[in-house]
């Protein structure tokens, strides 16, 4: 089975899934707080009362910066810790030292830790504010995944028809009759 074939059918199946367990939560669960939209004067998180239009700004500014430097971290900073300390083809390590790898590495597993508790009880505290974390972390994601992937050469264009072959240095399209 080729990767493009593994990715269509993991992408159909979490969508599967997403569909049976919204409809689920849907269906049985449509009373209660969490369903309600905005400012509301019974919202509190962590312990502040979000009961004006004010007070949800500022929230969800804020929800914006937390998200987007997290998509951030993940995709730009964990990679690094991850190839350096994961890979086992990888036996010499020279960008850093055994130290300053234990530290960053850490710190780094120890703040995003942190920040996905108090994300945690921010975002279950009603849909909206939910669904906007999801909205801000999937843009953040476009631009940060475009932007590594600007870094990279391509050869394979995408859904190329099989009877199509590419010259890629002569830049010419040959097609196969």
């Known amino acids: 089975m080729t990767p493009r074939r593994k990715l269509m059918l993991c992408l159909t199946g979490n969508m599967l899934v997403l569909m049976i367990v919204g409809s689920a939560v849907?269906?049985?669960g449509t009373s209660g707080n969490y369903w309600r939209f905005g400012p509301h004067p019974d919202l509190v998180i962590i312990a502040v009362q979000i009961d004006t239009w004010r007070k949800y700004g500022l929230l969800l500014a804020l929800i914006t910066?937390?998200?987007s430097s997290r998509v951030m971290v993940e995709e730009f900073g964990m990679p690094i810790l991850g190839f350096s300390i994961y890979n086992p083809d990888k036996k010499v390590v020279s960008e850093?030292?055994?130290?300053?790898?234990?530290?960053?590495?850490?710190?780094?597993?120890?703040i995003s830790a942190i920040?996905?508790?108090?994300?945690?009880?921010?975002?279950?505290?009603?849909?909206?504010?939910a669904l906007w974390g999801v909205l801000i972390s999937q843009c953040a994601s476009?631009?940060?995944?475009?932007?590594?992937?600007?870094e990279k050469t391509f050869v394979?264009?995408?859904f190329e028809r099989p009877h199509v072959r590419r010259n890629?240095?002569?830049?010419?399209?040959?097609?196969?009759d």
């Open 115 to 129: 920040r996905g508790v108090l994300l945690v009880m921010v975002q279950i505290s009603q849909l909206d504010i």
């Open 168 to 176: 890629v240095d002569a830049h010419q399209i040959f097609i196969n």
């Open 156 to 158: 394979h264009t995408p």
């Open 65 to 67: 910066i937390v998200e």
């Open 142 to 150: 476009v631009i940060t995944i475009r932007h590594l992937l600007n």
């Open 96 to 110: 850093f030292s055994k130290n300053e790898l234990q530290f960053f590495a850490n710190a780094m597993f120890f």
């Open 26 to 28: 849907y269906a049985c």
